[in-house]
């Protein structure tokens, strides 16, 4: 089974640019959501999507969008780059599945996108 | 707001000894607590994971211990290895069907041979 897919591995953009990440999750998997991680800020949740619908989101500002697939992928954008925006951009697919009185969750993280900033 | 906090945020041990990491958490709605280890340049992976209706929870070395009452989980890790060495996060979710995961910032453990 194939894993979490990103693309772009590594993106270098200037600021006031705009960029596009994309995410194919594991085959089967609706949920995508996605983390920025820092180093000073540790993983910080950005959305989730389901069935092209977004079902959560983080605080962070409008710059940061996103949209789901009918084939579940996933693309998050970023307008108007600044320079606090470079980051390892993770995103991790997910099943949910109900067994009897127990659930089931796989969270699968893609390596990532890393973008920079200059 | 939600709130994961996680300590120490870097920690050595000698190897063949144990490591502990403790994290708290805010929302006591929460109930799925997984751990995550991050080895340098790779993803996070899930180590192991526990739900609200247990107390602990082993995997051979590692075990992860949960108090509800105190909103507090902890990360044992016994006969520690070099190859344990790597960044572990916890994280605290709600069972409601969403994904939405509050990470703590991290522990980065070394393991000395």
């Known amino acids: 089974k194939a894993g979490v897919t990103q693309t772009p591995r590594y993106l270098i953009k200037t600021r006031g640019q705009q960029v596009t990440l994309s995410c194919s999750p594991i085959?089967?998997?609706?949920?995508v959501s996605w983390y920025q991680q820092t180093p000073g800020q540790g993983l910080q949740f950005l959305f989730e999507?389901?069935?092209?619908?977004?079902?959560n989101k983080g605080n962070f500002p409008g710059r940061f969008s996103g949209r789901q697939f009918s084939n579940s992928r996933s693309e998050m954008n970023v307008s108007t780059l600044e320079l606090g925006d470079s980051a390892l951009y993770l995103c991790?697919?997910?099943?949910?599945?109900?067994?009897?009185?127990?659930?089931?969750?796989?969270?699968?993280f893609g390596s990532g996108t890393r973008l920079t900033v200059v | 707001g939600e709130n994961v906090e996680q300590h120490p945020s870097t920690l050595s041990v000698q190897e063949g000894d144990s490591a502990v990491i403790k994290c708290t958490y805010s929302?006591?709605?929460?109930?799925?607590f997984p751990w995550y280890k991050q080895e340098l340049g790779k993803r996070p992976q899930l180590i192991i994971d526990?739900?609200?209706?247990?107390g602990e929870k082993k995997d051979q070395r590692i075990a992860v211990t949960l108090n509800k009452t105190a909103k507090h989980f902890s990360l044992h890790i016994t006969e520690t290895q070099p190859e344990d060495s790597a960044v572990y996060f916890c994280?605290?979710?709600?069972?409601?069907?969403?994904?939405?995961?509050?990470f703590g910032t991290g522990t980065r453990l070394k393991v000395l041979a």
């Open positions: 991790a697919s997910s099943f949910y599945l109900r067994q009897g009185q127990s659930l089931n969750y796989g969270y699968t």
């Open positions: 085959s089967g998997h609706r949920s």
């Open positions: 999507y389901f069935s092209e619908t977004q079902r």
């Open positions: 929302d006591s709605a929460s109930n799925y």
């Open positions: 526990i739900r609200s209706n247990v």
């Open positions: 994280a605290a979710s709600r069972d409601s069907g969403t994904y939405k995961y509050i």
